[in-house]
């Protein structure tokens, strides 16, 4: 019998597509979805049988799981890993919702994995790793959300075969063997995920997919961003205080410090793009051989926050507006100074007082190196 095709785009009401697909899972079917990258398959991770047959359609080969597991989000990705590595969190941080597969270690006795039958376990598990992914796509996302449970999931096709891109690719390829197929076009991506294993500060990409290995592993960089009002005065400095504080850690120069695997930025709160840094923090900089000249003022943006492991604020209202719009990133939001004492703006003042707001952010920071997590840098294995 042919699966059951639903046009996405046609549909009179969206949600009434979500809710079929949700009791077309509930009910042991398989269903074959649009992601970002490629068509993929799904069944519910808690029915044995479903599971059963996703799997002799699985064609990733090792040493990813057989299949994936797909989730609402990177929170979630905690009850799967509970005690995943800083490096994993940045990851599942920056890389989702998107075309990336992160390929976990599976050692915890709380896993929600270890909950799952035993049979799906094995196909979603194999060697002491899961993998785990949340795909950039409306229709998927919003089954996820309404589901009880993760999704298993593989590519829409099988051994040898070309990816399904489209509808009809999956329809060609899977025919009868699954039973729902949602329409949403073609993929926007046109290729697969990328597949990265993680385990504790080793990063190995087993398969590039969408995302080079080059940005994969800048996407595994500790970033840290200081922020301030306009990102003209007292941020841009402690951006370059911060740098020049950390290549010295490193014994590398400044401009190096991105191939060790650290990242520096500065934003503000209420930044105009491309703005100049103040001729007074020029040249207080300046007489610490740190060159400010071509700083460029940029806005604080969610991106900007969502990827940073650490954002310095110099004010507490600084950090009281980021949290207030960003809730989430409140545990990774900290005051420069340790003491919990704002640093004042010395816009419009002399010189005197941009030098002395440069030694008082320098001393902060100088604490801040020393507590940097250093060690959750990937050591990665990629290829040349």
């Not at 996405?8 to 809710?19: L, Q, T």
């Amino acid at each position: 019998m042919p699966p059951v095709v639903i046009d996405a785009n046609s549909a009179d009401d969206p949600r009434d597509v979500i809710h079929r697909a949700v009791q077309a899972l509930a009910e042991g079917k398989l269903v074959a979805f649009p992601t970002e990258t490629v068509y993929v398959v799904a069944a519910s991770a808690r029915h044995e049988t479903a599971v059963a047959r996703l799997r002799e359609l699985a064609c990733d080969e090792p040493p990813a799981p057989l299949l994936s597991l797909a989730i609402k989000s990177g929170d979630d990705a905690l009850d799967y890993v509970p005690e995943m590595s800083p490096l994993g969190r940045r990851l599942t941080r920056r890389c989702w919702p998107g075309p990336v597969i992160l390929v976990l270690p599976d050692v915890h006795p709380d896993s929600v994995v270890k909950q799952l039958p035993e049979s799906v376990q094995d196909s979603v598990t194999r060697d002491g790793y899961v993998s785990l992914c949340v795909p950039a796509h409306a229709t998927v996302l919003n089954v996820l959300r309404l589901f009880a449970g993760p999704l298993a999931m593989t590519k829409a096709t099988l051994p040898g075969r070309p990816e399904s891109v489209t509808a009809d690719d999956v329809l060609t390829t899977l025919g009868s063997r699954i039973d729902m197929v949602i329409n949403d076009g073609r993929s926007k991506f046109g290729q697969p995920p990328s597949v990265v294993r993680v385990n504790q500060r080793k990063l190995e990409v087993l398969r590039s997919g969408v995302l080079a290995p080059s940005t994969l592993r800048r996407l595994a960089d500790l970033m840290v961003l200081v922020v301030c009002t306009g990102n003209t005065c007292r941020s841009p400095m402690a951006e370059a205080l911060l740098k020049k504080r950390l290549a010295e850690r490193f014994g590398c120069p400044p401009d190096e410090l991105e191939n060790r695997g650290v990242i520096v930025m500065s934003a503000g709160i209420a930044a105009t793009v491309g703005g100049r840094a103040a001729l007074e923090a020029v040249d207080a900089m300046s007489e610490r051989q740190l060159d400010l000249s071509k700083h460029e003022s940029q806005p604080l943006t969610e991106r900007l926050v969502r990827y940073a492991d650490l954002v310095l604020s110099m004010t507490r209202g600084h950090r009281e507006a980021i949290i207030s719009q960003w809730p989430d990133a409140a545990g990774r939001v900290q005051l420069v100074s340790r003491d919990q004492k704002d640093v004042a703006d010395p816009i419009g003042g002399p010189a005197e007082l941009y030098r002395r707001c440069a030694e008082q952010i320098d001393a902060e920071l100088a604490h801040w190196v020393d507590e940097l997590d250093i060690n959750s840098i990937a050591e990665p294995d990629l290829p040349k």
